[in-house]
């Protein structure tokens, strides 16, 4: 039997939770829409631009964000010490950290605050739900109550819908949030069959990563599906420990297709194309012009149409898929998705200098 149809092998090696975390999206997305509706906006004013501050899975919010909605102002996406030259009091600068002890992050808002930038905070606690505590800044402090896994990676509903539903109050985004609502509870029923109960011959998830199983993904999108392609990308290295990258449409048809002559790695890579009848006509054509060019030189590759009546909807259907499809990759590698020691490694080795 393969392992990730065996049950009881599964509950041995997801030892944290992740699976539940992964079948707790939605709920991670109506939590955080429910508690940020009610925020207090009144003191920003005269904003100008955002930017905003989060590393690794505290940041995937963000890049999901930035490429599926249409904002009002100009808005950069920061993962550094530092705050770029624009930052002022002007700017509304949105730090972004599960644990709240990001340094990076950390370091960034405490300049962006001596710039004098309007401030709102995004975290589960430690030193920036302190900060925001202090220094009587709005902040969205949210429990880990569906994120029993506890990995920033695995609490993206709450980090996108958080960001969101701010930016709407300050009507940065201009959605229609019950619209999004709608989506959000659809979409267990879009993939009604990808749960770790379903076997592989039913389950489009478990399909998928048993033909990406040995392999290094390499992951294209384009357009609003671009910060999904992050996220998949990011949980694939940390849930799977494999691995993985991605490049968007249509910039990599301007170079990186003319890397795959050489015969090195044709047994390696495994090409992702993140396909979606709401992509504009010119991008339709060329991904069907990209995937006849992987094929041409011989490289495995999938294409995957995501779900979805509207850009929002095959978004967070796509969230929901790609998170299942990174943890069946770690479980058919006989391993725990959770723990990320080279992560914890680096972190432990800073703290000590």
Partial sequence: MNIIDDLESIKLLDKSGILESVDNLPYQMTSAISSVKDSNVEMYSDIANVCISGMGGSGLGAHIMKSLFITKLPIEIINSYHVPSFVGKNTLFIAC?????????????????????????????????????????????????????????????????????????????????????????????????????????????????????????????????????????????????????YFLLSELNHHLLEGLGLESHKDDLYFILLNSQHYSERIKQRVKITKSIIEKNNFKCIEIDIIGNSTYSTAFNAMYLNSYISVYLALSENIDPSPVPWVDYIKSQLSQM
Avoid at 139 to 145: A, D, L, M, R
Avoid at 182 to 189: C, G, L, M, R
Avoid at 190 to 197: D, M, N, T
Avoid at 214 to 231: D, K, N, T, Y
Wanted: hydrophobic fraction near 40%.
């Fill in 97 to 245: 950290s599960y644990s709240g002890s990001t340094e990076e992050t950390v370091s960034s808002l405490i300049e962006a605050k001596e710039r004098g930038a309007q401030i709102y905070v995004i975290t589960t606690g430690g030193e920036l739900e302190r900060f925001a505590h202090e220094q009587n800044i709005p902040s969205y402090i949210f429990t880990k109550e569906f994120n029993p896994s506890n990995q920033p990676r695995m609490a993206s509903g709450y980090l996108l819908m958080g960001l969101v539903t701010i930016l709407q109050k300050l009507n940065i985004v201009d959605i229609d949030m019950d619209l999004l609502q709608k989506y959000v509870s659809q979409i267990k029923s879009s993939y009604p069959k990808i749960g770790v109960e379903f076997l592989t011959q039913e389950n489009i998830a478990k399909e998928i990563s048993s033909k990406l199983y040995g392999r290094i993904p390499v992951i294209f999108a384009a357009e609003f599906l671009s910060g999904i392609a992050h996220l998949f990308a990011n949980q694939i290295n940390e849930n799977a420990k494999i691995f993985s990258s």
